[in-house]
């Protein structure tokens, strides 16, 4: 099984059966047949008549969606000269499904149209014109000179197949016809800086005439031969080839090389280094963030200057506005000049400006602020952040929009929220009957065990209209009851009537309730013959008298037995209608229930449910306004309480542009000093400074949080802002943890958990990073075979940790799980490879550009074989690769594939790899006693 699979051509539908026992010639005809089928078994062949094919006369345009794929693109400046220019189409059959001729002896297949490029100029002999014909049209002087020859046409038309194919074609086509598409390839050979024009035109005489508008009689001659031709334009585009350099060739340029040892350093100068410190002539190196292996880093050759100059930077770093005053009255800062101390950098993130005593054990903070050649490259960050202040801070900004936002949520939330407890304390005061019509309209959101308030209510004797939206309307203060009724001016009647019925639910036995709305209303009857009343129920436990929230336990009174009781009326004029209740039995004692229990008995309910309770504990307003701004805004777990709102969110911005550029922006030097040392088209192994990335970072913290400060930027001012040096290959990679999670006891270049030794980072400065700066650079380890170092090919690749680019044509590539003992096998063993590969890109295909030494000579492989391999012993490379060309060298079954067998092995032989290049990392790096090998 392949990933890619070739086949010499395809037909699908009636074309299938060209030249299948029918007549051909120059109009292709066909004889379909029927099968009949008997179960499962074919039982007898209907033929059906002849049917004539539509042949390349019939075409006269092409629809240009069925164009896949371009090669090169249409307008590239830069084609690659050892590449075929080709055209890719969606329907795998189209080159042949106009072609009137069968598949001849040898399985080869001619196409309808070619694919040709010409060059174009003014003195090259051909040109495309537009406007006199129905399509453009390519007129040609020396056809054999632009052209190739029609008789290899089938050798450069075929189908690929990207999936497994095992010898069914159609069953695989049926199944997956996605994986199938045809590919035109123009065997030219392409010159460094011409201009050309691809141009698809028809292969028959017949397809000619018919594109240029004339008469198209049958014929099966070829479109043209060696005299002057114009060609009917189904689709062209125009493109430039590059240089002579492929990257093949580019490649073979490249060498292994031990970089100069100064490669990352630079000696500081002290003997001048401001006011308060003292001159000293020691060495001390400044590393820049890649450095050379073999490079010597020397810091402070007389310990004595070393101590007087950090203790003199010590002093200078901590120095306070006291120490400004002469007078020693005190520091008036509205009188005496200011004291402006050197930077103590990370103060604002550790939270303080005081170092540690000198005494102790030296960590990150102090070393970064004393020692020379770490200020130094902190001080870099701090320019980076003067230099990009405006971007950054408006960065900040933009990103500080959401939190605004949600801080602005958060506010409402808290004020509603504070509204709703004033209302809380009122709905508390509220009594039973008040809080449950209050209430109504959330019933059905109260979840009652496993059902709710509302269906509780609806599954009772009370009337559902007590609840409803019209009865509280209608009992509103200041409604048609209220002018009406007789009710304290505190509650509205409709609350009034709910809490007549609990009273009376609640009543003691002997007790007769008299409702509130009774009082000054005028009675009204009804007309002669109606009587309207509430129908009860036969007979029900009522609880004990009081409040109904409020009541410990039922007391003993039960209700009459015997059918219903009397009724005392309970009056109210509101026109029409007498309302009478009945003491004791209430309409609500069965959808509110009292008792603790789901049984009956004295003084207990039925549905052993407290609704009231139940609507006044769901119904809390601060809880509602919480749960819908916890909705709104999206909080870190732990942030949010079950009823409290945050008071607001901290601001943090982030920036994940890798900080490398904006180093590199300032200087290169800065960055790896001394990079343009590196010799032109070598590749060569750099070590990784992680104390360089961790004090640039610590600067760019320190100096961004000043600045926000100064523009009262709303955030905690000790956060890390910047945690990203390098161009990481993982998108949520960060090269430092938070610096208030270092320590102070930590080691500068050790604070983020890194091993005892430093990356290794492969440099390459070449004509191929200019070429193909897309180059695909991976490590791969060794093996032993015999004495010799092999690449593993059973071993997993190791891909970069971070790429980048110094300058044009020199990028760097990071292995930071790769240390030098390593990779160069001091450990026992073979080391690793370091791998370059090309881009893998759509499938191509070509040949070799070569030397002039090859003519005539038999290439190692096909995959090496040239245009002067197809040369005679003494002349120039051919124009075109043609069948017969190959005849002349040893080469008919090299690879076990023989030169014009079909054209799925010509797109076998001719196919383009990606070029590899496999570099051992000793041959860049000083042997293990540390001298150059």
């Known amino acids: ?51 004539r094919l539509r042949g390349p006369g019939d075409v006269i345009a092409l629809d240009p969606r069925q164009i896949r794929r371009r090669d090169p693109a249409a307008g590239s400046t830069g084609a690659e000269t050892n590449y075929f220019c080709a055209v890719e189409f969606f329907a795998p059959d189209l080159p042949w499904r106009y072609t009137p001729t069968p598949v001849d002896a040898d399985g080869h297949l001619a196409p309808w149209l070619v694919l040709v490029v010409v060059e ?33 046409s089938w050798a450069w038309a075929h ?28 065997p030219r050979r392409l010159e460094p800086g011409a201009r050309y024009t691809a141009c698809l035109v028809p292969a028959f005489e017949s397809g000619r005439l018919a594109g240029l ?63 308060g410190l003292p001159a000293v002539r020691s060495a001390v190196t400044f590393a820049g963030a890649l450095h050379a292996p073999s490079g010597r880093l020397t810091y402070w050759s007389d310990p004595t200057d070393e101590k007087a100059f950090e203790d003199a930077v010590r002093t200078r770093v901590t120095a306070t506005p006291a120490a400004g005053d002469e007078g020693g009255s005190g520091y008036d800062p509205l009188i005496d000049d200011p ?76 004020l509603a929220q504070e509204s709703a407890r004033q209302a809380q304390a009122k709905w508390d005061r509220l009594d039973d009957a008040a809080a449950v019509c209050i209430g109504a309209p959330a019933l059905n959101r109260i979840r009652v065990g496993a059902s709710t308030a509302a269906a509780l209510v609806a599954g009772g004797d009370a009337p559902t209209a007590y609840f409803g ?13 209220s002018t009406r009724a007789t009710v304290p001016a505190a509650q509205s009647p409709a609350t009034a009537i709910v809490r007549a019925a609990f009273e009376s639910a609640t009543a003691g036995p002997g007790r007769q309730q008299q409702s509130p709305l009774s009082t000054g209303y005028r009675a009204r009857s009804l007309p002669p013959g109606m009587d309207v009343g509430v129908r009860l129920p036969g007979q029900v436990s009522a609880p004990a008298a009081g409040p109904l929230r409020r009541s410990a336990a039922p007391s003993g009174g039960a209700a009459p037995s015997g059918g219903a009781a009397p009724a005392t009326p309970i009056e109210y004029s509101g026109g029409l209608l007498d309302l009478h209740l009945p003491p004791y039995q209430s309409p609500f004692v069965r959808a509110v229930d009292y008792g603790r229990t789901p049984t009956t008995g004295p003084g207990q309910g039925q549905l052993g449910v407290d609704l009231a309770a139940a609507v006044a504990g769901a119904v809390r307003p601060a809880d509602a306004v919480a749960a819908a701004v916890r909705g709104a805004v999206t909080m870190p777990a732990g942030v949010w309480t079950p009823a409290g709102i945050p008071t607001r969110v901290q601001l943090r911005p982030r920036f994940t542009d890798p900080m490398y550029e904006r180093v590199r922006a300032l200087s290169v030097d800065y960055l790896v000093p001394g990079a343009a040392t590196v010799p032109d088209n070598s590749v060569g192994l750099l070590e990784a400074n992680p104390a360089y990335v961790e004090a640039v970072l610590v600067g760019l913290n320190h100096e961004l949080s000043r600045e926000l400060r100064w523009r009262e930027y709303p955030a905690a001012l000790g956060q890390t802002w910047f945690q990203r040096f390098w161009d990481s290959t993982d998108p949520d990679g960060v090269d430092i943890p938070p610096i208030r999670d270092w320590g102070l006891d930590a080691a500068l270049g050790r604070t983020a958990g890194g091993g005892t030794r430093p990356g290794l980072v492969v440099l390459i400065r070449a004509q191929l990073i200019r070429r193909f700066p897309d180059v ?29 680019t110094l300058v044009r044509g020199t990028n760097f590539y990071g292995f930071m799980q790769l240390t030098e003992q390593a990779a160069r096998g001091d450990d026992g063993g073979a080391g690793w490879f370091f791998v370059l590969e090309e881009e893998p890109h759509a499938t191509r295909f070509g040949l070799e550009r070569g030397l002039p030494r090859d003519r005539g000579e038999n290439p190692a ?29 040893e080469t008919a079954r090299l690879d076990g594939l023989r030169w014009g067998r079909d054209a799925a092995v010509m797109a076998a032989i001719t196919l383009r790899r990606p070029i590899q290049i496999f570099l051992h990392a000793s041959a860049m790096l000083p042997d293990a006693g540390g001298t150059h090998a």
């Not at 939206?469 to 009851?481: D, E, K, S, T, V």
């Open 1 to 51: 099984m392949t990933s890619v699979d070739f086949l010499p051509w395809m037909r699908l539908g009636l074309a299938a059966g060209i030249g299948q026992g029918a007549p051909t010639g120059p109009v292709a005809t066909v004889r379909p047949s029927i099968d009949v089928l008997a179960d499962g078994v074919v039982r007898d062949t209907v033929p059906g008549p002849e049917v």
């Open 120 to 152: 174009t100029g003014p003195e090259a002999g051909a040109q495309v014109r537009t406007g006199q014909a129905r399509l453009p049209v390519l007129s040609v002087d020396t056809p054999a000179r632009q052209l190739p020859d029609l008789a290899d």
């Open 159 to 186: 189908v690929q197949v990207t999936t497994q194919v095992d010898g069914d074609v159609a069953g695989t086509y049926a199944r997956d016809p996605d994986a199938f598409s045809a590919r035109l390839v123009c």
């Open 213 to 275: 508008g004339l008469d198209a009689p049958a014929s099966l001659e070829p479109a043209w031969g060696t005299r002057a031709v114009d060609l009917p334009v189904y689709d062209s585009w125009e493109f430039v080839a590059g240089d002579a350099f492929d990257f093949a060739s580019l490649a073979r340029l490249i060498r292994p090389a031990q970089l100069p040892a100064g490669v990352g350093l630079r000696d500081l100068d002290l003997t001048d280094p401001g006011p």
């Open 339 to 414: 004291v402006v101390a050197p930077p103590v950098y990370g103060a604002p993130q550790v939270g303080t400006r005081a170092l540690p005593d000198s005494t102790t054990r030296p960590g990150w903070f102090e070393d970064l602020n004393v020692s020379p050649q770490h200020r130094a490259v902190a001080g870099i960050g701090t320019q980076v952040v003067r230099m990009d202040q405006e971007s950054l801070v408006a960065a900040a900004w933009d990103q500080a929009r959401v939190a605004v936002e949600v801080n602005r949520t958060l506010n409402r939330g808290r």
């Open 469 to 481: 939206a019209a009865f509280r309307r209608l009992g509103r203060p200041g409604g048609p009851l």
């Open 776 to 804: 695909r650079v991976y490590a791969v380890p060794a093996r032993w075979q015999g004495a010799t170092r092999v690449p593993d090919e059973n071993a997993q690749p190791l891909g970069p940790s971070f790429v980048g």
């Open 861 to 889: 492989s096909w995959t090496d074989l040239s245009w002067f391999n197809l040369a005679e012993a003494r002349g120039e490379a051919p124009w075109f690769c043609t069948i017969d060309t190959v005849d002349r060298i």
